[in-house]
């Protein structure tokens, strides 16, 4: 019976948390917003310590009680982010070194002003292939590229040449049978998955030809959905009010600020693209992948998102590079190279 009384005292007190983080921002008092880092901290310690109290509880994952819901989701949870930092400590081996380098150094690398070289990413005897059925298929086969700092890059293709497989290897969606891609003098294509996740998450952003905007979310919602991603509740629902204001602002950038309660369904499909950009641009990524960003629209709505594109890298000097098969939207960009049966057969640059 006691154990039981501090399970719910514990499960109360993380309920009140919620709640207080929940709270609309407009109905916030000055006092409220004004509270200080030191209450901050008391909470997420109070937080921390009754997480492991349920952890090491020997009680039922579901008492009966009227906070049961909120325990459920607290101990679903601590299961994958109990006492963990934003940037798991894993490890990955750097062959230049011979030495073991966790994640989060690898990010506060990236983050660091130290890196010099003109090529955010630099691709080299890139190979990959699949296998269909009892038969290997090559994809790529040796593909040499670089894509420099503050240029609007296009990849031009016909369709099977390979050059969306080329897109997702450089986004580590994927990894290539052989070769090495750098990211800002950082090796990449032999991190792990939760690596790559994080890699993702913090610096490369990504648009498809379809769109992937998750149905039951808002506009506002959907751009938001990497940075809940990334903090876990608590700490997004610490910062919710300045996430929120943040991506208002890249939904009135890209022309949307009167959408944000709409769902993907509500929208053109050239609205839904503009969305799954300001998506991209919400963890301000220094690279901006973007795959058949027009395959699915007209000409009226193909133009706009060029013209949202070309605007970004030359207002914000976002680095881009873009997937097509169109050659007149790759002569909007600052250079082109084309693919043809995997291999890089030539490269043009346009004034």
């Not at 894509?147 to 450089?170: D, I, N, P, R, Y």
């Not at 610096?203 to 506009?219: A, D, K, R, W």
């Not at 499909?269 to 901006?288: D, Y």
């Amino acid at each position: 019976m006691q154990n039981d009384n501090a399970r719910k005292k514990d499960a109360e007190i993380l309920a009140s948390l919620r709640r207080r983080s929940a709270d609309d921002p407009s109905q916030a008092t000055n006092g409220e917003r004004a509270t200080t880092e030191t209450q901050e901290r008391s909470e997420s310690q109070n937080r921390a310590d009754a997480l492991r109290r349920l952890r090491d509880s020997k009680g039922p994952t579901s008492p009966m009680s009227a906070v049961s819901p909120t325990l459920r989701g607290l101990r679903e949870e601590q299961e994958d982010n109990f006492a963990t930092p934003t940037l798991p400590e894993q490890s990955v081996v750097d062959e230049s070194v011979g030495a073991l380098k966790p994640t989060a150094k690898i990010v506060r690398d990236l983050e660091s002003d130290d890196a010099i070289e003109s090529e955010i990413m630099i691709v080299s005897e890139l190979y990959k292939g699949y296998v269909m059925g009892k038969k290997k298929v090559p994809v790529l086969r040796g593909v040499n590229l670089s894509a420099h700092k503050g240029e609007f890059l296009a990849v031009v293709g016909q369709s099977g040449s390979g050059k969306s497989t080329l897109l997702h290897l450089m986004g580590t969606l994927d990894v290539p049978d052989s070769g090495t891609i750098y990211f800002d003098g950082q090796r990449i294509d032999n991190l792990t998955i939760g690596q790559r996740d994080v890699l993702r998450n913090h610096f490369i952003g990504m648009i498809f030809q379809f769109y992937h905007l998750l149905p039951e979310l808002t506009v506002l919602e959907n751009v938001l959905s990497p940075l809940m991603i990334r903090d876990g509740v608590f700490n997004y629902m610490r910062r919710r009010r300045r996430y929120v204001q943040e991506a208002s602002d890249l939904l009135e950038l890209v022309g949307l600020s009167h959408r944000l309660k709409h769902r993907p369904n509500e929208l053109s499909g050239g609205e839904m693209q503009r969305a799954s950009i300001a998506r991209a641009l919400i963890s301000n990524p220094r690279l901006l992948l973007a795959d058949e960003p027009t395959g699915n629209l007209d000409s009226k709505a193909s133009a706009s998102v060029l013209e949202l594109l070309r605007k970004l890298n030359d207002e914000k000097k976002l680095t881009v590079v873009m997937v097509t098969h169109d050659m007149a939207q790759a002569r909007d960009a600052d250079r082109s190279i084309r693919i043809v049966d995997g291999q890089v057969v030539d490269e043009s640059r346009y004034s």
